[in-house]
T-cell receptor
Framework: NAGVTQTPKFQVLKTGQSMTLQCAQD?????MYWYRQDPGMGLRLIYY???????DKGEVPNGYNVSRLNKREFSLRLESAAPSQTSVYFC?????????????FGPGTRLTVL | RKEVEQDPGPFNVPEGATVAFNCTYS??????FFWYRQDCRKEPKLLMS???SGNEDGRFTAQLNRASQYISLLIRDSKLSDSATYLC???????????FGTGTSLTVIP
């Protein structure tokens, strides 16, 4: 099992460009999440999908959109990138939302917006 | 006020030392608590869950103090491989997300 995979690993964008971060998990988990991690801020939830077919905003959703393509895949889209979106983005999955269980993280995408 | 607060450190300790980290949380209704470990430029990974009665996993002991709203992590006989950032995670269950602390940096020195 690969666990949670993310692509790309690194990306540099210019202000105003768009891109989609891809995430897939092979653990048959119901819930998936997108976080960003910034120095001194900890991990902050951008969007989550409690189950296939549902998505909801987290703590910092502005400037992002998501798609739960199927049970395995959950993508994050930046429509018009801004320098404030420079961050490390982690996708995660867990068996059930609100079950209090372990979250499994992907290796992250390091995004720089110039 | 932040949902979860941690002392960022850094904690620099010699091999074999015992070190303890604390983490406070603001929501008294919080139900689930965890410690995650994050190595430099890597993803967070679960170290251990924290149970009400406290729990131990080898050299690691986690405690929960609901009255004072904090959890702790004790590492005994520190190894060089313990060098990492330790993240406190709280699931309040009343909201829609887990809350992560900013992490405590530990370096174990030979």
């Amino acid at each position: 099992n690969a666990g949670v995979t993310q692509t790309p690993k690194f990306q540099v964008l210019k202000t105003g460009q768009s891109m989609t971060l891809q995430c897939a998990q092979d653990m048959n988990h119901n819930s998936m999440y997108w976080y960003r991690q910034d120095p001194g801020m900890g991990l902050r939830l951008i969007y989550y999908s409690a189950s296939e077919g549902t998505t909801d905003k987290g703590e910092v959703p502005n400037g992002y959109n998501v798609s739960r393509l199927n049970k395995r895949e959950f993508s994050l889209r930046l429509e018009s990138a801004a320098p404030s979106q420079t961050s490390v983005y982690f996708c995660a999955s867990s068996e059930q939302w609100l079950a209090g269980g372990e979250q499994f993280f992907g290796p992250g995408t390091r995004l720089t917006v110039l | 006020r932040k949902e979860v607060e941690q002392d960022p450190g850094p904690f620099n300790v010699p091999e074999g030392a015992t070190v303890a980290f604390n983490c406070t949380y603001s929501n008294s209704a919080s139900q689930s608590f965890f410690w995650y470990r994050q190595d430099c430029r890597k993803e967070p990974k679960l170290l251990m869950s924290v149970y009400s009665s406290g729990n131990e996993d080898g050299r690691f002991t986690a405690q929960l103090n609901r009255a004072s709203q904090y959890i702790s992590l004790l590492i005994r006989d520190s190894k060089l491989s313990d060098s990492a950032t330790y993240l406190c995670v709280v699931n309040p269950r009343t909201g829609n997300q887990f809350y992560f602390g900013t992490g405590t940096s530990l370096t174990v020195i030979p």
